[in-house]
């Protein structure tokens, strides 16, 4: 969520997407290969049908459509997603399974868009597992798929083939691996509520910037 708008700054969406899911990818195997004895496997399994169909739609639509558009939907969807979590009280609601296949196919394209369809993919885990490690381990994971799914895709699309791309991805790698170690380590140690906070005041900020750069 913080990631694809900062590198949205710097590159086109184009590169800057398949860049974001090399280092998702990089991050899970380096972090979360360890969790994947909790993962809810039979929910991954409803969503991923869903999924698929939304990310052929976002691919097409990040090849086809105007970048100043895109970057304007990403904008809005910060935004909303902002809004969404300044505005949430209480602990998740539960959801039927009546709910995957708006939620998969609307977080595949997500997530071939921007890479962002994982919080979408969270918020309907959170109201369908209430255990935390296993929630947790089922986030990281459709995160995995997410990203492999979109390994395959983009590789047909010929979007890894984009000229410095496998070396931008190598120099930030330093950067995400370093980063996402003090998050862990930081985790237990810094008040929840103070982190969400941080998170939903950068979205609001990179969602403006982002809506003004579309203009």
Do not use: C
Not at 146 to 171: D, E, K
């Amino acid at each position: 969520m913080i990631a694809l708008p900062l590198l949205a700054q710097l590159f086109a969406l184009k590169f800057a997407v398949p860049l974001l899911m090399l280092l998702d990818l990089a991050a899970f195997f380096a972090f979360g290969a360890g969790l994947r004895r909790q993962v809810r496997y039979r929910e991954i399994g409803w969503l991923l049908p869903f999924v698929l169909a939304g990310m052929a739609a976002g691919l097409t639509l990040l090849i086809e459509a105007d970048e100043r558009i895109l970057l304007a939907v990403l904008g809005l969807f910060l935004l909303a997603y902002a809004a969404f979590g300044l505005s949430r009280r209480g602990s998740p609601r539960t959801m039927s399974r009546a709910w995957g296949p708006p939620i998969g196919v609307a977080g595949g394209a997500f997530s071939a868009l921007f890479g962002t369809g994982g919080v979408l993919f969270a918020l309907y885990n959170a109201g369908r597992i209430d255990d935390k490690a296993a929630l947790r381990a089922t986030n990281a994971a459709m995160i995995m798929l997410s990203s492999l799914l979109r390994l395959v895709l983009f590789g047909a699309a010929g979007l890894l083939t984009q000229p410095g791309l496998l070396a931008s991805a190598a120099a930030l790698l330093p950067a995400m691996l370093a980063g996402a170690w003090l998050g862990n380590r930081l985790h237990a140690a810094v008040p929840a509520a103070a982190v969400v906070k941080a998170v939903y005041a950068l979205l609001v900020i990179a969602g403006l910037t982002l809506l003004a750069r579309s203009l």
